[in-house]
C-alpha cells in the first residue's frame, strides 16, 4: 500500500504542472522539512546560491526565459525578507515567480516565546508580501491547503505577477489531497469581439499606425502569434524598451526599439506623432516613455495591458491579452501589404578595430555584434547601468534585464537561471558597481554545470549615476581586479584595457567551455555609451527644458 502523498509532492505537483523545472533556494531551519521533502520528491531539483537575491533574480530569470513558473524557496524571517527586492521587481516587470517560505509550526506560534528571525509580529512578513504580490496563502490547514495552493499559482500565471506560499515546518511531510489541474483562464468573448472590431476600425482609418510590443508579449508566451499578427496587419514593429529583444527570433523585419530622444530620432518622432500606436504588452512606465521630445498623446493609443484595453476613452476591462490576440488573428486572416512605409531598419556597429585604443562601452557592443556575427547570437542577461544601454547596440537577441524596476544586481543571477532554463549559454553584462552586490554567485556556476561569459563594465564607480551629478563625491568605488578574482571562483578572467585586448579576449572565451569566462573591461572614467549620453542629455532637456544642456 503505498503512502499517502505529502504536501510537499502535491505542492511539486502542482509547480510542474504550471512549468516550474527547478527551484532555487537557501534554507533555514525553518524551511529545512520542506528542503529535505522537496529533495526526497525528487523532481524538482534544488539549485542553491550564495544569498537571497541572487536566488530571486535567478529563479525570475527562469520564469522569463521559459515562461511558466520561476521558484524561490527561503526561510522565515531573514531569509524572506532578504527575497524581497527581487520579488518586487518581478512584481513590476510581470514575472510569475513563486515564493515559498518555511514559517513556525502551530504550536510554536502559541508558545508565547519570541520565536528568532521574527520581526514586529509573526505575520509581519505575511503582510510584508502582500505589497509585493498577486495572491498568497498560508498552507497551515491540510484540508484546505490543495484549492489555495491551486488558486494561488493559478493566479501567478493569469497575471503574470509574484505569489507566496508560507508553508509551517511541522507540515511539508504531512499526508494532503490533491491539488486542482491549471483552471483555464475565462472571458467575456462578446467583449472581446467588440474590442477586436473597434480596434481594427482605427488602426485601418489611421494615416500612420504603429505596432510596440512589451513585456506581457513575452511573459504570455504570444512572441510569435504577434509577429503573425504582425504580417496580417501589415505594421511596422517596434518594441519598448523594456520589450528589448521580444521577437528576436520571429522572421518580421524589427523597426527597433522607442527611446524617444534617447533613441533614432526618425523613429522617435514617427512614434510620437502617430495617430494609432497599438501597445501591445508594454508597460506605460517612465523608463519606456519619460523622454518623449513630445509627450506621447496616449488618446490616440490603443494600450492593451494588464487584463485590460483601452481605446482611446474606452476601457475593456477583464480582458486577457491572449484573447485579444486571437480575436485580431481571426479578423485578419491573411497578410496584408505594409500599410505604411516601415521605418529604415536599425543600423548595429560592427567590426571592431583592434587596436591599442583604449575600450569604450560602443566598443563591447561593436565586439559582442562582431562574435554574434560569426557564431550567432547569444542570450544576454544584462543588470543596470552603462551595460543595459550599451545592450541597445547589440543586434537583437534575448534580452533579460530589469529596464522597469531598474535593481541592481540582477545580471550574474539571471544568467545562471537563463542558462538553467534555456540550456544556451548566455553573455551577461554587468557594472562594476552590480557585480560588486551579486556577481559573487558567479562562483556558483562550475557546481551547477554552467558556464556563462561575463563582461564587466568596469569603471571604478557607479558612471550612470555619475552622469547625473557630475558634482557628486560619492560616486566612485576604487579598482577592483575582477579577473583575477575569476580563478579563485573557478572560472577565467581577462584583464581588458584595449581593443586589441577585447577582442582576443572574446574570442578566447567564447572557445573555451565548461568553464564561466569573466572579462574585466577596463574603462576610463567617464566613458559612456552613446545611448547613456543621449538619455543624460534627453532628461536634463525635460527636466530643464530652458537650460542650455551641457554637453
Ligand atoms: N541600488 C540598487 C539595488 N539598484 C539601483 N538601481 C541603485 C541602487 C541606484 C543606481 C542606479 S545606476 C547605479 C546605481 C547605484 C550605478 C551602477 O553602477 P555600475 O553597476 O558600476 O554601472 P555603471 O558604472 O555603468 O553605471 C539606477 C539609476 O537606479
Ligand atoms: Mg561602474
Not at 494600450?303 to 481571426?330: I, K, N, S, T
Not at 577596463?522 to 554637453?551: D, I, K, N, W, Y
Request: one cysteine or more.
Amino acid at each position: 500500500m503505498p503512502s499517502p502523498s505529502t504536501l510537499a509532492q502535491r505542492l511539486v505537483d502542482a509547480l510542474l504542472a504550471r512549468g516550474a523545472r527547478e527551484i532555487f533556494g537557501i534554507p533555514g531551519d525553518f524551511a529545512l522539512p520542506l528542503f529535505r521533502e522537496i529533495e526526497r520528491d525528487g523532481r524538482l531539483p534544488i539549485l542553491t546560491l550564495a544569498h537571497e537575491p541572487g536566488v530571486g533574480f535567478a529563479a525570475d530569470a527562469t520564469a522569463r526565459v521559459r515562461g511558466g513558473l520561476g521558484v524561490a524557496a527561503v526561510t522565515y524571517g531573514a531569509g524572506a525578507l532578504n527575497l524581497v527586492n527581487a520579488v518586487a521587481g518581478a512584481y513590476a516587470e510581470r514575472v510569475p515567480l513563486v515564493v515559498l517560505s518555511g514559517a513556525p509550526a502551530a504550536h510554536e506560534a502559541v508558545s508565547g516565546l519570541l520565536l528568532h528571525h521574527q520581526v514586529k509580529q509573526l505575520d509581519s512578513q505575511w503582510r510584508l508580501y502582500e505589497e509585493i504580490t498577486v495572491d498568497r496563502a498560508r498552507l497551515d490547514d491540510l484540508e484546505r491547503a490543495p484549492q489555495a495552493i491551486a488558486r494561488v499559482l493559478d493566479n501567478a500565471l493569469a497575471r503574470s505577477r509574484p505569489v507566496y506560499l508560507e508553508i509551517p515546518r511541522d507540515l511539508p511531510g504531512r499526508p494532503c489531497a490533491e491539488v486542482p489541474a491549471p483552471a483555464p483562464r475565462r472571458w467575456d468573448a462578446e467583449r472581446v469581439a467588440a474590442c477586436a472590431d473597434e480596434l481594427l476600425a482605427r488602426l485601418r482609418a489611421a494615416r500612420d499606425p504603429l505596432l510596440v510590443v512589451g513585456v506581457e508579449v513575452r511573459r504570455y508566451g504570444l512572441e510569435a502569434r504577434v509577429a503573425e499578427l504582425a504580417r496580417r496587419l501589415g505594421l511596422p514593429v517596434l518594441t519598448s524598451f523594456m520589450g528589448r529583444g521580444l521577437l528576436a527570433d520571429a522572421d518580421l523585419p524589427l523597426a527597433g526599439t522607442y527611446l524617444g530622444l534617447a533613441g533614432d530620432p526618425e523613429l522617435s518622432r514617427r512614434v510620437e506623432a502617430s495617430d494609432a500606436l497599438l501597445l501591445l504588452g508594454v508597460i506605460v512606465s517612465d523608463t519606456n516613455f519619460a523622454v518623449s521630445a513630445r509627450r506621447i498623446d496616449f488618446r490616440h493609443a490603443l494600450v492593451a495591458y494588464d487584463d485590460e484595453v483601452r481605446v482611446g476613452h474606452h476601457v475593456y476591462p477583464e480582458l486577457p491579452l491572449a484573447a485579444l490576440v486571437d480575436a485580431l488573428l481571426e479578423r485578419c486572416p491573411l497578410p496584408r501589404s505594409a500599410v505604411a512605409a516601415p521605418p529604415a531598419p536599425p543600423s548595429y556597429p560592427q567590426g571592431l578595430v583592434e587596436d591599442e585604443a583604449p575600450v569604450e562601452p560602443a566598443d563591447i557592443a561593436r565586439a559582442i555584434n562582431d562574435a554574434f556575427a560569426r557564431h550567432g547570437p547569444m542570450p544576454i542577461a544584462c543588470d543596470v547601468g552603462d551595460c543595459l544601454f550599451t545592450a541597445m547596440a547589440v543586434l537583437p537577441t534575448a534580452l533579460l534585464a530589469p529596464g522597469y524596476y531598474a535593481t541592481m544586481g540582477y545580471g550574474v543571477p539571471a544568467g545562471l537561471g537563463l542558462q538553467r532554463a534555456s540550456g544556451q549559454r548566455p553573455l551577461i553584462l554587468v557594472g562594476d558597481g552590480a557585480f560588486q552586490m551579486t556577481g559573487w554567485e558567479i562562483g556558483h556556476a562550475a557546481r551547477l554545470g554552467l558556464d556563462p561569459i561575463v563582461i564587466v563594465f568596469n569603471n571604478g564607480g557607479w558612471e550612470m549615476l555619475r552622469s547625473f551629478m557630475p558634482e557628486g563625491g560619492f560616486h566612485d568605488l576604487g579598482a577592483w581586479d575582477f579577473a583575477a578574482m575569476a580563478a579563485g571562483m573557478g572560472g577565467d578572467g581577462y584583464t581588458v584595457q584595449t581593443r586589441a585586448e577585447l577582442g582576443a579576449a572574446l574570442r578566447q572565451a567564447l572557445a573555451t567551455r565548461g568553464c564561466f569566462q569573466l572579462i574585466d573591461v577596463r574603462l576610463a572614467p567617464g566613458a559612456r555609451s552613446p545611448t547613456l549620453q543621449r538619455f543624460v542629455q534627453a532628461v536634463r532637456r525635460l527636466s530643464m527644458p530652458e537650460a542650455v544642456v551641457a554637453s
